[in-house]
């Protein structure tokens, strides 16, 4: 009976760590970490089926022939349950050595997998993939071990499940879900952490205010479903011809913005003009016609421009998009002091 409730124990804080993670990495260090309080076992893995990762947290001392066979088991049993093969080749392992439990006697380096407990992960019906227990020596498990890896199972898919509603929400408060681009919420927490930087290091962070030249008459001529078609196609022309490090955001309606951090006033406007003869060599498909769409671009840019603030950074580039649209469209302009002093 003591031996229960010290399993229960054990079982209730392991719970309460797997909650606490943040993602399928720590879910696994955190269950793994715990496990040797309950179980005598080699590895335990949990294999996700996006992406094809498979994470195993192992006693150290496992020696290449064991962890092999347990990530073909595992693979064994997941293609099983879905129906397909899927080939090992394939699979993304990721391989976390610990000593699990020092009383206990390394693994032999000539050690296969003799046993193992394999369960499904589902959410809402669905298979995402498996967890499985596993060890050198024949017989290792019961079934009481079963039910206390079952329960394990059971707590991972729901914290699972958990993190998975958080990042719904978290992709509907920062992403635009017309064009997929981030919104203006996530650009404007973005350009503050960039602008502050900038400003208090002295290093160069340029702006690129875009619209689509016209685009009041597509909608009118075709309809706000093909209009949608422009505004997602430039996007991703948008998103396809910047760094990693930039931001691309829809600014609202027809317009998009750029933030360049580290990009100087020559450097923002080469990635600007690059951009304006993408969009206008590019084709859109809208019904059964195909439009060549143009936009205009206004450039803003630290220090060069000596902005004293985000908002005159900000309010530079609009100016400059202005004078684009107020010279025919169609091109990139820089702001000019001169003309706004």
């Given at each position: 009976?003591?031996?229960v409730?010290?399993?229960?124990n054990v079982?209730?804080?392991?719970?309460n760590?797997?909650?606490?993670?943040s993602?399928?990495?720590e879910?696994?260090?955190?269950a793994?970490?715990?496990?040797?309080a309950l179980?005598d076992f080699?590895?335990?893995?949990?294999?996700?089926?996006?992406?094809h990762?498979?994470?195993?947290?192992?006693?150290?001392?496992?020696?290449?022939?064991?962890?092999?066979?347990?990530?073909?088991q595992i693979i064994?049993?997941?293609s099983?349950?879905?129906?397909?093969?899927?080939?090992?080749e394939r699979?993304?392992?990721?391989?976390?050595?610990?000593m699990?439990?020092?009383?206990?006697?390394r693994?032999?380096?000539?050690?296969t997998?003799k046993?193992?407990?394999t369960?499904?992960?589902?959410?809402e019906?669905?298979?995402?993939?498996?967890?499985?227990?596993?060890?050198?020596?024949?017989?290792?498990?019961?079934?009481?071990?079963?039910?206390?890896?079952s329960?394990?199972?059971?707590?991972?898919?729901?914290?699972?499940?958990?993190?998975?509603?958080?990042?719904?929400?978290?992709?509907?408060?920062?992403?635009?879900?017309?064009?997929?681009l981030?919104?203006?919420?996530?650009?404007d927490?973005?350009?503050?952490?960039?602008?502050?930087?900038?400003?208090?290091?002295?290093?160069?962070?340029?702006?690129?205010?875009?619209?689509?030249?016209h685009f009041k008459?597509v909608?009118?001529?075709?309809g706000?479903?093909?209009?949608?078609?422009i505004l997602?196609g430039?996007a991703?022309?948008?998103?396809n011809?910047?760094r990693?490090?930039?931001t691309?955001?829809?600014y609202?309606?027809?317009?998009?913005i750029?933030i360049?951090p580290?990009?100087?006033?020559e450097?923002?406007?080469?990635i600007?003009?690059?951009?304006?003869?993408?969009?206008?060599?590019?084709?859109?498909d809208i019904?059964?016609?195909?439009?060549?769409?143009t936009?205009?671009?206004?450039?803003s840019s630290?220090?060069?421009?000596?902005?004293?603030?985000?908002?005159e950074l900000?309010?530079m580039?609009?100016?400059?998009?202005?004078?684009?649209?107020g010279e025919?469209?169609?091109?990139?302009?820089?702001?000019?002091?001169?003309?706004?002093?």
């Amino acid at each position: 009976m003591k031996l229960v409730f010290k399993n229960l124990n054990v079982l209730r804080s392991m719970i309460n760590d797997i909650n606490a993670s943040s993602d399928l990495k720590e879910i696994v260090e955190s269950a793994g970490a715990n496990l040797s309080a309950l179980f005598d076992f080699s590895s335990f893995g949990m294999f996700w089926k996006d992406g094809h990762l498979l994470h195993l947290y192992q006693e150290e001392s496992c020696p290449p022939s064991f962890t092999q066979g347990v990530v073909k088991q595992i693979i064994k049993v997941y293609s099983a349950l879905m129906g397909e093969t899927l080939d090992v080749e394939r699979v993304n392992l990721h391989v976390e050595k610990k000593m699990l439990n020092p009383d206990q006697m390394r693994v032999d380096p000539m050690a296969t997998l003799k046993s193992h407990l394999t369960l499904p992960i589902a959410l809402e019906g669905e298979i995402l993939g498996c967890i499985s227990i596993n060890s050198d020596q024949p017989n290792a498990f019961d079934a009481q071990d079963l039910q206390f890896f079952s329960v394990i199972g059971y707590q991972m898919t729901a914290t699972i499940e958990h993190l998975q509603r958080l990042s719904s929400v978290k992709n509907l408060a920062i992403y635009d879900t017309l064009t997929g681009l981030y919104n203006r919420r996530y650009f404007d927490e973005k350009f503050g952490t960039e602008a502050q930087q900038a400003f208090v290091n002295k290093t160069s962070l340029s702006l690129v205010l875009i619209d689509i030249d016209h685009f009041k008459k597509v909608n009118d001529t075709f309809g706000h479903p093909e209009g949608d078609k422009i505004l997602r196609g430039v996007a991703t022309l948008l998103k396809n011809s910047v760094r990693k490090k930039d931001t691309v955001a829809r600014y609202g309606g027809e317009e998009f913005i750029l933030i360049l951090p580290e990009a100087n006033l020559e450097g923002a406007s080469m990635i600007a003009e690059r951009i304006r003869k993408l969009v206008e060599n590019t084709s859109f498909d809208i019904g059964n016609a195909h439009l060549n769409a143009t936009i205009s671009l206004g450039i803003s840019s630290f220090p060069s421009h000596r902005a004293r603030s985000k908002e005159e950074l900000l309010k530079m580039a609009d100016l400059a998009l202005y004078r684009a649209k107020g010279e025919g469209r169609n091109r990139v302009s820089l702001y000019d002091p001169a003309q706004n002093p």
